[in-house]
């Protein structure tokens, strides 16, 4: 049997064994299998030697794990720019993120141009970094709102030191709503279930007519931020894909085959669609 799995704390909740073992079977690799294991952080150097020495192949990161785990792992190029692993290959014991991948990949599926554009993001924690990484790197204009106006401050001087990126702005969400962005790009929490009437964008400012949102908040499908975007002529993605897609690289790291997209984003959607209208 090979092995492979997600640790977290908690991570009952993981989609990716759901998503990984239906890729699995699509493609007849019935000694293939993938679980979920969760690791309190006080263990999480056994959580990642016993699977190890159990014979896996690789795991997935999820919270709260995913910073801490750098320092038992060799981060690559990416890890170390984005400051968090979330996938590793204990037969080369490099950890990676295929976070900015996995984000950037769905948005060209969607056709998003990039280059050139203005892409704003909203929220300053690890999903943010994911997101400012893969879009400056993909020749974006970036600026960044967060609540807490340090911490974007922050990623900003961390990403310049980690990667060299530089000319990212931190704006109020006021000076953003002048700034004549194309893509906006939610990487916070706001709007997630069970707080699905929330939304990021303050319902007293005026939205941006025309714009693309991308939503990194996947449960629900459809989220309030989307709604605003559709209300005003724009376009909404869910953060469904990117799920499907950070996971689908994930998937050739470690099998070597190409992953069947499509029966990921299935099973994704299969798993929301039983939850509630809300879930
Ligand atoms: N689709 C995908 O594949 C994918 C991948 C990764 C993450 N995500 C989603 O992206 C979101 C962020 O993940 P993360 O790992 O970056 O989390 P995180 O590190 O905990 O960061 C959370 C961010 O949300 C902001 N925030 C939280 N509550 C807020 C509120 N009430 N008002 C304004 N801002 C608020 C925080 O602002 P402060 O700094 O002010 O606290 C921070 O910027 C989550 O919903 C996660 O599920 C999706």
Known sequence: MKRVGVIGFPVAHSLSPLMHNAAFAALGM??????????????????????????YIGINVTVP????IMQFVRPDEKARAIGAVNTVDFRSNIGTNTDADGFINDLRAHDVPLAGSRALILGAGGAARAAVYGLTR????VAIVNRTAARALNLVQRLSASAGVEGVQVLTLEAAADWNM???????????????????????????????????????????????????????IGGL??????????FELWTGVPPPIDVMLGALRGALAGETEDG
Not at 65 to 68: I, L, S, T
Not at 138 to 141: I, R
Request: aromatic share 6%.
């Open 65 to 68: 794990h995913k910073e801490a």
């Open 182 to 236: 194309a893509l906006l790009v939610n990487c916070t929490s706001v709007g997630l279930h069970p707080h699905s009437e929330r939304t990021p964008w303050a319902r007293r400012l005026p939205f941006p007519a025309g714009i693309t949102v991308y939503d990194m908040v996947y449960r629900p499908a459809t989220t309030a931020l989307m709604r605003q975007a559709a209300a005003h002529g724009g376009r909404a």
């Open 138 to 141: 993909a020749g974006a204009e």
């Open 30 to 55: 019935s000694d293939w299998h993938y679980d979920a294991m969760a690791i309190p952080p006080d263990i999480l150097r056994l959580g990642l030697s016993e699977p190890k020495n159990h014979g």
């Open 241 to 250: 894909g990117m799920l499907a897609r950070q996971g689908a690289i994930a």
